[in-house]
């Protein structure tokens, strides 16, 4: 029995033997099969991720340059807007002047017509003051013949007031073409 403590462990040192001479004969070649292939995929990875790269570069770059289109576009248009909104806020201001101007126009030229349609009045008072004078004049002839001058005066005065009224009525009437 103490052969078998010897022969069995032996017997299984050299099938081990056996075993491990074939595969340490071609475990150098695979391990340097497995390290040339890892270094092959090693180097197309590194190739790869290169033009990867290269390409990402190229995509930047073209983004950037789109981007940049883009932001100058985008500015151009912010401006235009602005210029617009500029313009129309003056438009708007100029029209809002404008029409204060006019309305200002108008008041003054409400108060010169109405000045001028007290004139009117009054003149048309006198006008039928001289003229009920100048009926009473006609009625007493004889008076009138002492006061002669009196009388020529106060018909002057009348045509005055009639060439005023004249002239009046042609400033109100180029008061009128005008507004």
Do not use: H, W
């Not at 391990?31 to 990875?45: M, Y």
């Not at 576009?73 to 806020?89: C, G, M, S, V, W």
């Not at 200002?104 to 008072?125: A, I, P, Y």
């Not at 009473?136 to 106060?154: G, H, I, R, S």
């Amino acid at each position: 029995m103490n052969k078998v403590y010897i022969i069995v462990p032996l017997i299984c040192t050299l099938i081990f033997g056996a075993f491990y001479y074939s595969f340490n004969k071609g475990y150098a070649a695979k391990q340097a099969s497995i390290a040339a292939a890892a270094e092959a995929e090693l180097k197309a990875k590194a190739a790869k991720d290169i033009a990867d790269r290269a390409t990402a570069i190229a995509a930047a770059v073209e983004a950037a340059k789109k981007r940049e289109a883009e932001r100058k576009e985008r500015d151009r248009i912010a401006e235009l807007k602005a210029t617009a909104r500029q313009e129309a806020e003056d438009r708007r201001q100029k029209t809002y002047d404008e029409r204060n101007r006019a309305r200002d126009q108008v008041v003054r030229l409400k108060k010169d017509l109405d000045e001028v349609k007290g004139t009117f009045g009054k003149l048309e008072e006198e006008k039928k003051k001289y003229t009920d004078e100048q009926a009473f004049l006609k009625t007493y002839v004889k008076q009138a013949e002492a006061n002669v001058k009196y009388y020529y005066d106060l018909l002057e005065k009348i045509d005055a007031a009639e060439k005023a009224k004249a002239a009046a009525a042609a400033a109100a009437a180029a008061a009128a073409k005008k507004g």
